[in-house]
């Protein structure tokens, strides 16, 4: 398929600003293009999504890799508007949150296991850092194909790891019990603009072969936040007052300044308080 191929190599070209070779008749070239052209939706039309669609997309998200089949990532859907009107009013940054008719939280569930050895009578020595671990990642993956998979329908998603800076009310809320916590929340709804692809590090940053590498990382940086700068300069920088003005204001700038803040110091505390063992 022409159309597919040159699809995900016009979008890889324009997240890596690299040219990658696409093999003659290559399988899949359709999916790889849809994963290629991913963009992160914050406009939607308040058109409603459907329960069924909604329950088909969470089937597909479910069917990702999951650790050792424990299936420990579960989606909590949240259409209520009362409940929805209640979340976005904890994120007033995100005022365009509220147009999606479906919130999403995606759940780590390090509780179930211990259930089910406690319901067949067996120990359980393994509450320790692993079952934290293990069931956050298994969240994202679900979270990550549940993207996949609206995308590939014409939806829009926005991950929203904000809700963690109100854990403690949202985990109330949502009656979520000992060792069960949000990894993200999500808005997901139909898009009201096409978006844009979101160029990404260079692999010569983010793929090393055979051993670990970091040879050239502060050239690679500067050229990616130049090529970046080139098609989606950031509009305003941030705190100023704080950081002064820069003449060139690029991604690693930006993220510099995000990260000179401390965000969610009590999310361990919150973790531990669900009855998670970090250690
Ligand atoms: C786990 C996770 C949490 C995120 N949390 C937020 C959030 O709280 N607010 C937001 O506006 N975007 C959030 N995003 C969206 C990212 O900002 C977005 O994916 C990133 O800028 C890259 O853009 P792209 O997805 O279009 O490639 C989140 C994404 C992920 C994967």
Redesign the pocket.
């Known amino acids: 398929m022409a159309g597919s191929v040159d699809r995900l190599k016009a979008a890889l070209s324009e997240r890596f600003g690299e040219d990658f070779p696409v093999p003659e008749g290559l399988a899949g070239a359709d999916e790889l293009a849809h994963i290629a052209s ?3 939706c ?1 406009r939607y039309r308040t058109d409603d999504v459907p329960p069924d669609l909604l329950r088909l997309l969470c089937a597909a998200a479910l069917s990702a890799p999951t650790k050792s089949d424990l299936q420990q990532g579960d989606i909590l859907i949240v259409r209520d508007k009362a409940r929805r009107e209640v979340i976005c009013g904890l994120l007033p940054e ?1 005022p365009w949150l509220m147009d999606a008719p479906v919130f999403l939280v995606f759940l780590a569930n390090g509780r179930r296991v211990p259930q089910i050895s406690a319901m067949r009578g067996t120990p359980f020595p393994n509450d320790h850092l692993d079952l934290f671990f293990n069931a956050s990642v298994d969240a ?1 993956i679900v ?2 194909n549940f993207v996949r998979a609206a995308e590939a329908t014409g939806l829009g998603c ?6 963690r800076d109100h854990v403690a009310v949202v985990s109330e809320m949502l009656a979520l019990p000992d060792k069960v916590i949000p ?2 929340g999500m808005g997901v709804g139909w898009p009201a603009e096409d ?1 844009a ?2 160029p ?1 590090l260079p692999l010569s940053v983010t793929v090393h072969e055979e051993t670990f590498s970091e040879d050239g990382l502060a050239e690679h940086i500067d050229a990616y936040d130049r090529r970046r700068a080139a098609i989606r300069p950031y509009r305003r920088q941030r705190e100023p007052e704080r950081f002064g003005t820069a003449p060139f204001y690029g991604w690693s700038e930006d993220k510099a300044r995000q990260y000179a803040k401390p965000q969610r110091t009590d999310f361990g505390a919150f973790v531990r308080g669900k009855g998670f063992k970090l250690d």
């Open positions: 991913h963009r992160v914050r995100m994202a979270l990550a926005c991950p929203i790891s904000v809700i990894v993200a978006g692809i979101s990404r």
